[in-house]
């Protein structure tokens, strides 16, 4: 009787070939996963894929813009063509743009919801089937602390990442039966290129990716449904649970929203 070799744990990342999604597909990798990394851009992804190889990994990159259905089904069919099964799934690729709400266009909502909402969207739809199958493994949503507690400028990204965020505490719930787990992650500021032009206050100082990352593997292992990262984000949260308008006195007085560097 023949048996198949055993198959590896295999995670899937967007948005892998930088900032958050590179710090989680290492610690992915490390943690002994063979990983499948997707972005756009080549150059970048075969950087970070030629890193992890480096360490022993076994990786998987490919080019994929998540707004686009048909590319995101591709890469979902490469991973299992290439690994067999699917444990861990990561939509993290995300985009961020300042728009004072007052003068936002429908192309600023609509560019948001692209990449963060649909994006994540279609990954959910393309990876669920392979999770269902198996009655097991995870989806990890990279939200932002944005959609907990809006900072102005932020209106038509925090939209897409709360979309996001209630379109995952509803799979959630759908999927527990199941026995796929939904974590929902909402960082504060992360030092990575996605908001290198941003200047922030001390108190909301930008935190490392990687400390995302070990938030997001805890969190695996506890199965836990939300990471708020890093903590003192929960402060703000519960005096704007408190009172909205304390919360926004809190933004205004601290000046959390930052400011833009000029070039
Ligand atoms: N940094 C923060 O302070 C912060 C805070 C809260 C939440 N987040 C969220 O965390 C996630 C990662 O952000 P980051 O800070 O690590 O940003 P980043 O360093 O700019 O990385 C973004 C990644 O997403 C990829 N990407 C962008 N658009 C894509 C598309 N349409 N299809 C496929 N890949 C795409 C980029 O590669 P290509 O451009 O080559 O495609 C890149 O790999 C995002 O969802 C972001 O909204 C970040």
Redesign the pocket.
Known sequence: MSHAPPQRPTALV?????????AIAAALAAAGYAVVL????RD??DVVADGLRAQGAEVLAAT????DAGAVEDLVRAAVARYGRLDVVVA?????ARSPATSIGTADVEAAL???FW?AFHLVRAALPHLLARQAGHLVL?????ARKTLPHDGA?AAA?AALACYAAALRQDLRPHGVHVCTVF?????????DGLMVPWISR?VA?ERVARAVLGALRRRRAEVVVPWPCRLLLWADTLSPRLGDWLVRVLRLDGEARSR
Request: glycine share 16%; proline share 7%; charged share 20%.
């Open positions: 967007t948005g892998a070939s930088s900032g958050i999604g590179r997707a972005a756009r851009g970048r992804l994929c813009d998540v707004r993290n690729a995300g985009v961020y692209a990449t963060n994006g990279m939200a932002s602390f944005d990204y990442k960082p504060g500021r992360v030092d990575t290129p996605m908001v930008k990716p």
